[in-house]
T-cell receptor
Framework: NAGVTQTPKFQVLKTGQSMTLQCAQD?????MYWYRQDPGMGLRLIYY???????DKGEVPNGYNVSRLNKREFSLRLESAAPSQTSVYFC?????????????FGEGSRLTVL | AQRVTQPEKLLSVFKGAPVELKCNYS??????LFWYVQYSRQRLQLLLR??SRESIKGFTADLNKGETSFHLKKPFAQEEDSAMYYC????????????FGQGTELSVKP
Protein backbone atom coordinates (compact mmCIF):
# COMPACT_ATOMS: atom_id res chain seq x y z
CA ASN A 1 0.00 0.00 0.00
CA ALA A 2 1.87 3.08 -1.26
CA GLY A 3 -0.22 5.76 0.52
CA VAL A 4 0.84 9.18 -0.81
CA THR A 5 3.45 9.24 -3.55
CA GLN A 6 5.26 12.37 -4.71
CA THR A 7 7.56 12.89 -7.65
CA PRO A 8 10.24 14.02 -8.11
CA LYS A 9 12.07 13.63 -4.79
CA PHE A 10 14.75 16.14 -5.75
CA GLN A 11 14.88 18.90 -8.34
CA VAL A 12 17.21 21.79 -9.11
CA LEU A 13 15.86 24.63 -11.22
CA LYS A 14 17.18 27.90 -12.52
CA THR A 15 15.29 31.08 -11.82
CA GLY A 16 12.45 31.44 -14.30
CA GLN A 17 12.13 27.77 -15.15
CA SER A 18 8.86 25.94 -14.65
CA MET A 19 8.08 22.55 -13.20
CA THR A 20 5.25 20.43 -11.86
CA LEU A 21 5.29 18.36 -8.70
CA GLN A 22 3.09 15.31 -8.96
CA CYS A 23 1.17 13.71 -6.13
CA ALA A 24 -1.04 10.64 -6.04
CA GLN A 25 -2.83 8.83 -3.23
CA ASP A 26 -4.35 5.37 -3.22
CA UNK A 27 -6.45 5.65 -0.05
CA UNK A 28 -9.63 6.95 -1.72
CA UNK A 29 -9.28 10.21 0.22
CA UNK A 30 -11.40 13.21 -0.63
CA UNK A 31 -9.06 15.99 0.45
CA MET A 32 -5.53 16.70 -0.71
CA TYR A 33 -3.02 19.38 0.26
CA TRP A 34 0.30 20.91 -0.69
CA TYR A 35 2.54 22.28 2.05
CA ARG A 36 5.99 23.76 2.02
CA GLN A 37 8.42 23.27 4.89
CA ASP A 38 11.01 25.90 5.69
CA PRO A 39 13.32 26.11 8.74
CA GLY A 40 11.74 28.13 11.52
CA MET A 41 8.48 28.49 9.59
CA GLY A 42 6.97 25.06 10.10
CA LEU A 43 4.67 23.74 7.42
CA ARG A 44 2.66 26.31 5.51
CA LEU A 45 -0.28 25.43 3.33
CA ILE A 46 0.04 26.43 -0.31
CA TYR A 47 -3.20 25.07 -1.79
CA TYR A 48 -5.72 22.45 -0.91
CA UNK A 49 -8.52 20.54 -2.55
CA UNK A 50 -11.39 19.59 -0.29
CA UNK A 51 -12.87 17.31 -2.92
CA UNK A 52 -12.45 16.35 -6.54
CA UNK A 53 -13.13 19.36 -8.74
CA UNK A 54 -12.40 22.02 -6.13
CA UNK A 55 -9.23 23.86 -5.15
CA ASP A 56 -8.62 26.66 -2.67
CA LYS A 57 -5.75 28.89 -1.71
CA GLY A 58 -3.91 28.31 1.51
CA GLU A 59 -1.55 30.53 3.41
CA VAL A 60 1.15 31.03 0.74
CA PRO A 61 -0.33 30.49 -2.75
CA ASN A 62 1.55 33.18 -4.68
CA GLY A 63 3.73 31.78 -7.46
CA TYR A 64 1.95 28.43 -7.53
CA ASN A 65 -0.92 26.78 -9.35
CA VAL A 66 -2.62 23.45 -8.70
CA SER A 67 -4.72 20.94 -10.55
CA ARG A 68 -6.92 18.26 -9.01
CA LEU A 69 -6.75 15.97 -11.98
CA ASN A 70 -9.02 13.33 -10.45
CA LYS A 71 -9.69 11.96 -7.01
CA ARG A 72 -6.24 10.37 -6.80
CA GLU A 73 -4.01 13.10 -8.18
CA PHE A 74 -3.18 16.66 -7.14
CA SER A 75 -0.33 18.46 -8.88
CA LEU A 76 1.52 21.65 -7.95
CA ARG A 77 3.01 23.85 -10.66
CA LEU A 78 5.63 26.55 -10.44
CA GLU A 79 5.29 28.64 -13.59
CA SER A 80 8.39 30.79 -13.11
CA ALA A 81 10.53 29.54 -10.26
CA ALA A 82 12.18 32.00 -7.87
CA PRO A 83 14.91 31.41 -5.25
CA SER A 84 12.29 32.09 -2.53
CA GLN A 85 10.58 28.88 -3.63
CA THR A 86 13.55 26.80 -2.55
CA SER A 87 11.93 24.50 0.00
CA VAL A 88 10.77 21.00 0.79
CA TYR A 89 7.29 20.38 -0.54
CA PHE A 90 4.89 17.90 1.01
CA CYS A 91 1.71 16.51 -0.43
CA UNK A 92 -0.87 15.10 1.97
CA UNK A 93 -4.34 13.60 1.87
CA UNK A 94 -7.14 12.98 4.32
CA UNK A 95 -10.73 11.94 4.79
CA UNK A 96 -12.23 8.84 3.33
CA UNK A 97 -15.71 9.25 4.69
CA UNK A 98 -16.14 12.00 7.19
CA UNK A 99 -12.98 13.71 8.30
CA UNK A 100 -10.87 12.38 11.12
CA UNK A 101 -8.43 15.25 10.96
CA UNK A 102 -5.48 12.97 10.30
CA UNK A 103 -3.37 13.83 7.29
CA UNK A 104 -1.20 11.27 5.50
CA PHE A 105 1.96 12.71 4.03
CA GLY A 106 4.21 11.92 1.14
CA GLU A 107 7.97 11.68 1.54
CA GLY A 108 8.57 15.21 0.35
CA SER A 109 10.16 16.84 -2.69
CA ARG A 110 13.27 18.93 -2.15
CA LEU A 111 13.38 21.81 -4.62
CA THR A 112 16.33 24.15 -5.07
CA VAL A 113 16.01 27.24 -7.25
CA LEU A 114 19.30 28.84 -8.25
CA ALA B 1 -7.44 34.30 13.70
CA GLN B 2 -6.50 30.64 13.83
CA ARG B 3 -2.94 30.19 14.90
CA VAL B 4 -0.63 27.62 16.46
CA THR B 5 2.54 28.71 18.22
CA GLN B 6 5.47 26.59 19.32
CA PRO B 7 7.85 28.94 21.11
CA GLU B 8 10.90 26.68 21.15
CA LYS B 9 12.81 25.93 17.95
CA LEU B 10 15.16 23.51 19.67
CA LEU B 11 14.87 21.54 22.87
CA SER B 12 17.88 19.58 24.01
CA VAL B 13 17.70 17.14 26.95
CA PHE B 14 19.63 14.18 28.28
CA LYS B 15 18.31 10.63 28.08
CA GLY B 16 16.03 9.90 31.02
CA ALA B 17 15.13 13.53 31.62
CA PRO B 18 11.53 14.77 31.40
CA VAL B 19 10.44 16.51 28.24
CA GLU B 20 7.79 19.14 27.63
CA LEU B 21 7.24 20.59 24.16
CA LYS B 22 5.05 23.65 24.31
CA CYS B 23 2.14 24.46 22.04
CA ASN B 24 -0.33 27.33 22.28
CA TYR B 25 -3.25 27.94 19.98
CA SER B 26 -5.72 30.60 18.97
CA UNK B 27 -9.11 29.36 17.77
CA UNK B 28 -12.60 30.72 18.19
CA UNK B 29 -14.42 27.40 18.31
CA UNK B 30 -13.93 24.20 20.26
CA UNK B 31 -10.54 22.97 19.05
CA UNK B 32 -9.18 19.60 18.31
CA LEU B 33 -5.41 19.42 18.38
CA PHE B 34 -2.78 17.02 17.16
CA TRP B 35 0.89 16.36 17.53
CA TYR B 36 2.76 15.23 14.43
CA VAL B 37 6.32 13.90 14.41
CA GLN B 38 8.97 13.69 11.73
CA TYR B 39 11.86 11.35 12.43
CA SER B 40 15.01 11.70 10.39
CA ARG B 41 14.47 10.53 6.80
CA GLN B 42 10.87 9.56 7.51
CA ARG B 43 7.49 10.97 6.60
CA LEU B 44 5.60 13.31 8.83
CA GLN B 45 3.16 11.19 10.81
CA LEU B 46 0.49 11.60 13.44
CA LEU B 47 1.77 11.04 16.97
CA LEU B 48 -1.37 11.65 18.97
CA ARG B 49 -4.61 13.61 19.05
CA UNK B 50 -6.15 15.11 22.14
CA UNK B 51 -9.59 13.66 21.56
CA SER B 52 -8.37 10.09 21.99
CA ARG B 53 -6.61 10.83 25.29
CA GLU B 54 -4.06 8.15 24.54
CA SER B 55 -0.40 7.75 25.33
CA ILE B 56 1.78 6.99 22.34
CA LYS B 57 5.44 6.03 22.79
CA GLY B 58 5.15 7.36 26.34
CA PHE B 59 4.00 10.80 25.20
CA THR B 60 0.83 12.45 26.47
CA ALA B 61 -0.77 15.81 25.82
CA ASP B 62 -3.60 17.53 27.63
CA LEU B 63 -5.76 20.21 26.13
CA ASN B 64 -5.99 23.18 28.49
CA LYS B 65 -8.70 25.46 27.16
CA GLY B 66 -8.12 28.06 29.86
CA GLU B 67 -4.49 28.50 28.90
CA THR B 68 -5.15 27.62 25.22
CA SER B 69 -2.32 25.11 25.37
CA PHE B 70 -1.64 21.56 24.26
CA HIS B 71 1.81 20.75 25.58
CA LEU B 72 3.43 17.41 24.76
CA LYS B 73 5.05 15.60 27.66
CA LYS B 74 7.12 12.54 28.34
CA PRO B 75 8.51 11.67 31.78
CA PHE B 76 11.71 9.97 30.58
CA ALA B 77 13.13 10.90 27.19
CA GLN B 78 14.81 8.29 24.99
CA GLU B 79 17.39 8.85 22.25
CA GLU B 80 14.92 7.54 19.67
CA ASP B 81 12.59 10.42 20.55
CA SER B 82 14.93 12.81 18.75
CA ALA B 83 12.84 14.27 15.94
CA MET B 84 10.94 17.31 14.74
CA TYR B 85 7.59 17.77 16.46
CA TYR B 86 4.72 19.83 15.14
CA CYS B 87 1.55 20.87 16.90
CA UNK B 88 -1.41 21.14 14.52
CA UNK B 89 -4.98 22.43 14.47
CA UNK B 90 -7.50 21.04 11.93
CA UNK B 91 -9.99 23.39 10.29
CA UNK B 92 -12.83 21.08 9.30
CA UNK B 93 -14.95 23.61 7.46
CA UNK B 94 -12.03 24.35 5.17
CA UNK B 95 -11.40 20.91 3.80
CA UNK B 96 -9.91 19.62 7.01
CA UNK B 97 -6.70 21.50 6.42
CA UNK B 98 -4.16 21.55 9.23
CA UNK B 99 -2.58 24.69 10.58
CA PHE B 100 0.85 23.83 11.91
CA GLY B 101 3.08 25.45 14.46
CA GLN B 102 6.66 26.33 13.60
CA GLY B 103 7.95 23.03 14.92
CA THR B 104 10.28 22.09 17.76
CA GLU B 105 13.36 20.00 17.18
CA LEU B 106 13.89 17.63 20.10
CA SER B 107 17.41 16.38 20.62
CA VAL B 108 17.92 13.68 23.25
CA LYS B 109 21.57 13.24 24.17
CA PRO B 110 22.98 10.00 25.59
Amino acid sequence: NAGVTQTPKFQVLKTGQSMTLQCAQDMNHNSMYWYRQDPGMGLRLIYYSASEGTTDKGEVPNGYNVSRLNKREFSLRLESAAPSQTSVYFCASSGQTGNTGELFFGEGSRLTVL
Amino acid sequence: AQRVTQPEKLLSVFKGAPVELKCNYSYSGSPELFWYVQYSRQRLQLLLRHISRESIKGFTADLNKGETSFHLKKPFAQEEDSAMYYCALPIYNQGGKLIFGQGTELSVKP
